[in-house]
């Protein structure tokens, strides 16, 4: 049976995005290392889109794969509050 990491943290208005992702990211990627990767890819284009965030999943699982992870891989990524209303 696994047991689950959780925590409870205060949102902030600065909170940009929440990351859920089983351990075959988090086995090979630390949270800062996943934090500045999705930054960057969703900072990336000249226009926000409607398909940055599944684009930037599904990067985020190769670049997972590319590391070296062989176990199950899952991420969703949801923006908040600012980050949110930009993302069309």
Same mark, same amino acid.
């Given at each position: 049976v696994c047991i689950p990491e959780l925590? %409870?943290?205060p949102r902030s208005?600065? $909170?940009l995005y929440l990351i859920l992702a089983c351990d075959g990211v988090w086995?090979?990627?630390d949270n800062d290392e996943v934090m500045e990767f999705v930054i960057?890819?969703?900072?990336?284009?000249?226009?926000k889109s409607d %398909?940055?965030?599944?684009?930037?999943? $599904?990067?985020?699982?190769?670049?997972?794969?590319?590391?070296?992870?062989e176990d199950n891989m899952t991420v969703?990524?949801?923006a908040l509050g600012r980050e949110a209303e930009t993302i069309r």
């Open positions: 925590r %409870t943290l208005g600065d $909170d086995d090979c990627c960057e890819k969703v900072q990336k284009p000249s226009e %398909t940055v965030l599944p684009e930037t999943c $599904d990067a985020l699982l190769s670049e997972s794969l590319n590391r070296g992870s969703m990524i949801v």
